[in-house]
T-cell receptor, first 116, second 116 residues
Framework: AQKITQTQPGMFVQEKEAVTLDCTYDTSDPSYGLFWYKQPSSGEMIFLIY??????QNATEGRYSLNFQKARKSANLVISASQLGDSAMYFCAMREVNTGGFKTIFGAGTRLFVKA | SAVISQKPSRDICQRGTSLTIQCQVDSQVTMMFWYRQQPGQSLTLIAT?????????ESGFVIDKFPISRPNLTFSTLTVSNMSPEDSSIYLC?????????????FGQGTRLTVV
């Protein structure tokens, strides 16, 4: 079964607008972390934001925020005020502490296109 | 944050040959992982490189095809053996520390492998 599901293969957004990238996950481990990474065309993996399973508040990092809905097992990434440089692949990922051996598992990714 | 040097950055290889990819970290880390990213796909975990013992492989990956070494806490190698065009991918080394849950996984720049 898929542990991490990203249902949007591609998304378009107008420059300066906000966009939400969807991510749902599946785990029975009570201790887990959720991550978002950006991969530009250069191929490097850039860490964006983290949310822990025990965190009470949604994580924010600059223009990035994570809409964490634990009961729904969703961890959507919100990018505010999109910029042309935000065009890239975005991966949602999860690390299960007790059952996952501390390895990070990735979703299929969403390609974001920012239009001028 | 850990700095990871991965070599080679890219290579074109003949089918039937083998390629060894090196991953050097600038500090001692607990966990080292190897991922494969096939063209247009997400990252798939190949194995966890264990220091001083055999690597732990994920389903679908075997030691004969992807032998891994990890002689110490800062270095690991992945060999892609008896290559075929289907092995053309980006191979990424990743490290993490078994510490606070919010420790991000750091990635090398990747090795772009083309098998002809």
């Amino acid at each position: 079964a898929q542990k991490i599901t990203q249902t949007q293969p591609g998304m378009f957004v107008q420059e300066k607008e906000a966009v939400t990238l969807d991510c749902t996950y599946d785990t029975s481990d009570p201790s887990y972390g959720l991550f978002w990474y950006k991969q530009p065309s250069s191929g490097e993996m850039i860490f964006l934001i983290y949310q822990g399973s025990y965190d009470q508040q949604n994580a924010t990092e600059g223009r990035y925020s994570l809409n964490f809905q634990k009961a729904r097992k969703s961890a959507n990434l919100v990018i505010s005020a999109s910029q042309l440089g935000d065009s890239a692949m975005y991966f949602c990922a999860m690390r299960e502490v007790n059952t996952g051996g501390f390895k990070t598992i990735f979703g299929a990714g969403t390609r974001l296109f920012v239009k001028a | 944050s850990a700095v990871i040097s991965q070599k080679p950055s890219r290579d074109i290889c003949q089918r039937g040959t083998s390629l060894t990819i090196q991953c050097q970290v600038d500090s001692q880390v607990t966990m080292m992982f190897w991922y494969r990213q096939q063209p247009g796909q997400s990252l798939t975990l190949i194995a966890t490189a264990n220091q001083g013992s055999e690597a732990t492989y994920e389903s679908g990956f075997v030691i004969d095809k992807f032998p891994i070494s990890r002689p110490n806490l800062t270095f690991s190698t992945l060999t892609v053996s008896n290559m075929s065009p289907e092995d053309s991918s980006i191979y990424l080394c990743s490290v993490a520390d078994r510490g606070p849950l919010n420790t991000e996984a750091f990635f090398g720049q990747g090795t772009r492998l083309t098998v002809v």
